[in-house]
């Protein structure tokens, strides 16, 4: 791209980084949007002297996703497909902390943590660690390239009719944070230690951050594992990142894992 085809940030976006955005550059149009401020009065606790994400007014067209992220060394921001419609995201319900704590935070930590926090009467479902806890999986092959596979899935899940966000991120596991999704409140109240597993992923299994919903996350999988074994190691994480992805779905860490041999996504809800 010349430098006559880079265009700066467009008015606004350049809110959501602490520097105002200094020689980020976008190339891409965007359709019509608008900035998402938290609401004070849900989030309480906080203070924010920026907006947390750009969001668009409709849902947005296969390809525009892919068009982004390709974007994101230069622009600095992220793309998220958010599902079940604007809200809450238009009303400002959500709870942004700064990416920078996540550091803080490991997966295998949080795994051990919640394994034994979980563990009462479920036991019989964790065959063959039971009490034990596993620890995290080894990484897996890449099967293809982390971005082309995100794409991919990202066609996929525009099928839906999702608008989009935008958010100031080094990488795409920071956005959960960033944005101040809340989805899995009810399994853990802050979204700072899981955003430490994703980032995990990223690195082991080649994940990618595509959508988020109210209660829901969609992550792309460039080296997902490929025999039984493996999948039950990451099944086991699994359970302890989204219980109810396991005793809601197929009900026992080993039907779970061969749902997720060499599967190129991994879709969470929690109840």
Same mark, same amino acid.
């Given at each position: 791209?010349?430098?006559?085809?880079?265009?700066?940030?467009p008015?606004?976006l350049?809110?959501?980084?602490?520097d105002?955005?200094?020689g980020r550059?976008?190339?891409?149009?965007?359709?019509?949007? *608008?900035?998402?401020?938290p609401?004070?009065?849900?989030?309480?606790?906080?203070?924010?002297?920026?907006?947390?994400?750009?969001?668009?007014?409709?849902?947005?067209p296969?390809?525009?996703?892919?068009?982004?992220?390709?974007?994101?060394?230069? *622009?600095?921001?992220?793309?998220?497909?958010?599902?079940?419609?604007?809200?809450?995201?238009?009303?400002?319900?959500?709870?942004?902390?700064?990416?920078?704590?996540?550091?803080?935070?490991?997966?295998?930590?949080?795994?051990?943590?919640?394994?034994?926090?979980?563990?009462?009467?479920?036991?019989?479902?964790?065959?063959p660690?039971?009490?034990?806890?596993?620890?995290?999986?080894?990484?897996? *092959?890449?099967?293809?390239?982390?971005?082309?596979?995100?794409?991919?899935?990202?066609?996929?899940?525009?099928?839906?009719?999702?608008?989009?966000?935008?958010?100031?991120?080094g990488r795409?596991?920071?956005?959960?944070?960033?944005?101040?999704?809340?989805?899995?409140?009810?399994?853990?109240?802050?979204?700072?230690?899981?955003?430490?597993?994703?980032?995990?992923?990223?690195?082991?299994?080649?994940a990618?951050?595509?959508?988020?919903?109210?209660?829901?996350?969609?992550?792309?999988?460039?080296?997902?594992?490929?025999?039984?074994?493996?999948?039950?190691?990451?099944?086991?994480?699994?359970?302890?990142f989204?219980?109810?992805?396991?005793?809601?779905?197929?009900g026992?860490?080993?039907?779970y894992?061969?749902?997720?041999?060499?599967?190129?996504?991994?879709?969470?809800?929690w109840?």
């Amino acid at each position: 791209m010349s430098v006559h085809e880079r265009r700066r940030l467009p008015t606004g976006l350049e809110l959501l980084f602490g520097d105002g955005g200094d020689g980020r550059v976008l190339s891409v149009d965007l359709p019509s949007g *608008s900035l998402v401020w938290p609401d004070p009065d849900y989030d309480k606790l906080r203070t924010h002297h920026r907006p947390s994400f750009w969001l668009s007014d409709e849902p947005v067209p296969a390809g525009l996703w892919a068009r982004l992220r390709a974007e994101h060394p230069r *622009s600095g921001l992220w793309p998220v497909l958010l599902e079940d419609g604007v809200q809450p995201w238009s009303a400002g319900q959500i709870a942004p902390d700064s990416p920078g704590h996540i550091d803080y935070y490991s997966a295998a930590g949080f795994m051990a943590e919640a394994w034994q926090d979980l563990l009462l009467g479920h036991e019989a479902y964790l065959a063959p660690f039971g009490a034990e806890c596993p620890g995290i999986a080894p990484p897996a *092959s890449l099967v293809a390239d982390p971005d082309v596979v995100a794409d991919w899935y990202a066609d996929v899940v525009a099928e839906r009719m999702t608008p989009l966000g935008l958010t100031a991120v080094g990488r795409g596991a920071d956005a959960m944070v960033a944005m101040g999704w809340q989805g899995a409140l009810h399994h853990n109240e802050w979204t700072v230690p899981l955003a430490a597993v994703v980032r995990s992923w990223e690195e082991r299994f080649g994940a990618r951050v595509v959508g988020m919903g109210f209660n829901t996350l969609e992550l792309s999988i460039a080296a997902p594992p490929a025999t039984p074994a493996h999948a039950l190691r990451v099944a086991a994480e699994h359970w302890t990142f989204c219980p109810d992805s396991v005793l809601q779905g197929p009900g026992t860490l080993a039907d779970y894992a061969e749902q997720i041999v060499g599967q190129n996504a991994w879709s969470f809800w929690w109840d």
